[in-house]
Nanobody
Framework: QVRLVESGGGLVRAGGSLRLSCEDS????????MGWFRQTPGKEREFVAT????????WYDDSVKGRFTISRDNAKHTLYLEMNRLKPEDTAVYYC???????????????WGQGTQVTVSS
């Protein structure tokens, strides 16, 4: 049973930084793509970033490119999202995801964490 546990959310001012972490507590995900999605009330969950199983390839939504960095440490079974130059529109619940099949990119056919709130004040 895959269990993903996120941490690191909080309240920050615009222009500030946060780092999210996601631990794969069952240590299942070493060969699978992982990523981050986010969701605001009344909207669909949207893609933020994804990273391949080996950590060598990553892709970002245009809205976060150049500000956010996704990384993973497979020895620690942990996924990260470094978020810099945060904007109020980045406010959302952020979800960690591990794809059920792919080792390259995460899709919505994934295991999910419980989510962590990120709030950016103007």
């Amino acid at each position: 049973q895959v269990r993903l546990v996120e941490s690191g959310g909080g309240l920050v001012r615009a222009g500030g930084s946060l780092r999210l972490s996601c631990e794969d507590s069952e240590r299942d995900g070493g060969s699978r793509a992982m990523g981050w999605f986010r969701q605001t009330p009344g909207k669909e969950r949207e893609f933020v970033a994804t990273i391949a199983w080996d950590g060598d390839r990553a892709w970002y939504d245009d809205s976060v490119k150049g500000r956010f960095t996704i990384s993973r440490d497979n020895a620690k079974h942990t996924l990260y999202l470094e978020m810099n130059r945060l904007k109020p529109e980045d406010t959302a619940v952020y979800y960690c995801a591990m794809d059920r099949r792919s080792g390259v990119v995460v899709t919505k056919d994934a295991y999910w964490g419980q989510g962590t709130q990120v709030t950016v004040s103007s």
